[in-house]
């Protein structure tokens, strides 16, 4: 079992709707990172969380440590939305190296 | 530009052959991380420095990889005698030092052995 779960790995929806990527994890982290990468490979780091909730514009980042869960969501979804996101975690030992998740692919219909 | 450059950005080798890539932190980070990422998968970690020093290598899938971070700025990941299985991206990212600072990542290299 890999310790970061993403799902649904493939996400389709129409312009506007409400989108929600959820993570899961199986160990004890400093922090939660949710990246965009787009076709063509660029990573960008969305979010980092130890806590709570952040936004930023659309985007809301929520995590719940004692459950160890985390969700993205996506307010009024765009056609430019459309990358895969990927949930990465910091573990509480060793170094700061990013454990993935595989990934989930949103694809916005305009 | 101020971001996280790689090069080259694409590289094509015969299986066999040695191949270096390089990444070129953002000035002033400490942390520097090498990741690969196959086709339709997540990133995997390779190696970690903290400025010269590799602090930990145990992702690197066998001997025939080794990276280096000199005079801790830029990386150096080579591979030697190529495979097709070492076909993926190969990320590069850099952080200013601590556990909960952002990571920024480069473009990548994509790397298809034949």
Known sequence: KNEVEQSPQNLTAQEGEF??????????IS????LQQHPGGGIVSLFMLSSGKKKHGR??????????????HITASHPRDSAVYICAVI???GNEKLTFGTGTRLTIIP | ???????PR????KRGQDVALRCDPISGHVSLFWYQQAL???PEFLTYFQNEAQLDKSGLPSDRFFAERPEGSVSTLKIQRTQQEDSAVYLCASSFT???????????????VL
């Open chain 2, 40 to 42: 339709g998968q997540g």
């Open chain 1, 59 to 72: 985007l809301i980042a929520t995590i719940n440590i004692q459950e160890k869960h985390s969700s993205l």
């Open chain 1, 19 to 28: 989108i929600t990527i959820n993570c899961s994890y199986s160990v004890g």
């Open chain 2, 1 to 7: 530009g101020a971001g996280v450059s790689q090069s």
């Open chain 2, 98 to 112: 601590q556990r909960e600072e952002t990571q920024y990542f480069g473009p990548g290299t994509r790397l298809l």
């Open chain 2, 10 to 13: 694409y590289k094509v080798a």
């Open chain 1, 91 to 93: 573990s509480n030992f």
């Open chain 1, 31 to 34: 922090a939660l990172h949710w």
